[in-house]
Each structure stands twice: as C-alpha cells, then as structure tokens.
C-alpha cells in the first residue's frame, strides 16, 4: 500500500473515532509495525504544523488523537457554551496530583496522605472521566485502586506520566513534620558573599587584636627600661 494512501486512512481513522487511538490499533488495521505508525504520523504532525490548520495530531501515551489547536479555543467555545466542563477544586487537585505521582493508591491512601474523606471528590474525579479504577489491592478487603485517566493526560497537556515533574527532595524534622530540602544544591567548597564578608571581618579583627597585643608589649617593655636607668642615675 502507497504511503500516501496509509497516511490517508490513518487521518480519517482519527477524525471518525474521535478519542485517542492505541499504537497496536493501526497496526492491526493497516498491517505495518509500531516503527510504521509512528514514522507516518509524524509526517502526518509535520504537515499540520507547517499548514495553516485549525488541527493538529498529539501523542497521549501509547496512542494518537486528532484534536483542535489551543490557540482557536476562543472561536470554539461559543459553540460549546452550554458544555458542562469540570471546575476543579483545590481538593480536585490535590487527589489528581496524588494518583499522577501514586498510580493505583486507594481511597485510604488517598485519604491517609490529605487527612480527610475523599469520597465526594473521587465521585466526582470519576464522573468528569479524569480517574478511573485499574483494579484491586492485594490488601485485607481487596479495596480498589485508582489512576488519573487519559483525558487527565490531554487536560494538563502530558504525554505520559514520566511528563510529571519532578518532585521537591523533603525530609522529616524531630517533630516528623515535613521540611522541603534546597531544590538548588550550592558547592560546598563556594562561600557566598555574606559568609566571605564574615570571614574577612573576622581576619579584620584577629590583625587588629595581634596588634594591641603588640602595642601592650611593647609599651610595657619600654616602662621597664625607664625604670631600669632611672636605679641607675
């Protein structure tokens, strides 16, 4: 089959589908292997990019999506005013962050880490299709387990979860309270310009201190052989 023609198909496979569309899917449908399939739709994300075109091809996990650019959002949402689209809490976020970085946890995980019922949020997480259940825990109970979907990935425009960032280095004090270590690690043999100022204020006054001492000395000798020849006369 002529590449043309392959590219072809996986365009309109994308446009009629309308969600994401696994690697293995094409693979199946147009018998060519995973090297393939991306090769041409990276020709495919090449033209769109280039052309003056209202759509683009992104890559969520193992699959691709046709999908509108950001930048015509503004045109688009007129006609979708009357959509209902999710109004994250601050709870909302803290769950999703928990579940990026701590695939598969369960409701008490989540719950143990905020240290508060979690139920409400998840409900609603689950209904808005940003998490979704991926099994159960091999725990007293068999309770189920949690991960952010992909439309959590296409929300916050991640391909993977390995798009997270990374987080800060942390350590508990004597209290076990949390304390978040410098994210910028200094060299230790670098001193900065307070404790350099510091050091030579410190030399300041060592070589003022070496001096007075001089001086006392000094002046003390110099009373002891006026005392001397004054015995003598």
């Known amino acids: 089959m002529e590449k043309d023609k392959i590219k ?36 495919l994300q090449e ?16 699959g691709y999506q046709l999908a509108s650019k950001k930048e015509y959002y503004e045109y688009l949402y007129p006609a979708f005013d009357k959509r209902v689209t999710p109004t994250l809490s601050q709870a909302s976020l803290e ?19 905020r240290g508060v019922d979690c139920s409400g949020t998840m409900y609603r997480l689950l209904e808005y299709n940003l998490i979704e259940q991926s099994g159960k825990a091999d725990l007293p109970g068999k309770p189920m387990t949690y991960k952010v979907t992909s439309d959590f990935m296409k929300m916050f425009g991640l391909k993977s979860l390995k798009d997270l960032p990374d987080l800060p280095k942390y350590k508990l004090d004597s209290n076990r309270q949390v304390v978040i270590d410098e994210l910028v690690e200094t060299n230790p043999n670098e001193q900065t310009e307070t404790e350099q100022e510091e ?31 004054d015995k003598v006369e």
Do not use: C, W
């Open 8 to 43: 072809g198909i996986m365009e309109a496979i994308l446009f009629s589908l309308g969600r994401v569309v696994k690697i293995k899917e094409f693979m199946t449908i147009l018998e060519i292997s995973s090297d393939e399939v991306i090769k041409y739709i990276e020709e």
């Open 47 to 62: 033209e769109y990019s280039h052309e003056n075109r209202g759509l683009e091809i992104i890559r969520v996990e193992d």
């Open 95 to 113: 769950v999703l962050a928990i579940l990026a970085y701590n695939p598969r946890s369960t409701r008490a995980d989540i719950e143990m880490i």
């Open 199 to 229: 050091v030579n204020q410190g030399e300041i006054e060592q070589a003022e201190g070496s001096q007075t001492e001089i001086n006392q000395v000094e002046a003390e000798q110099a009373a002891k052989n006026q005392t001397e020849a």
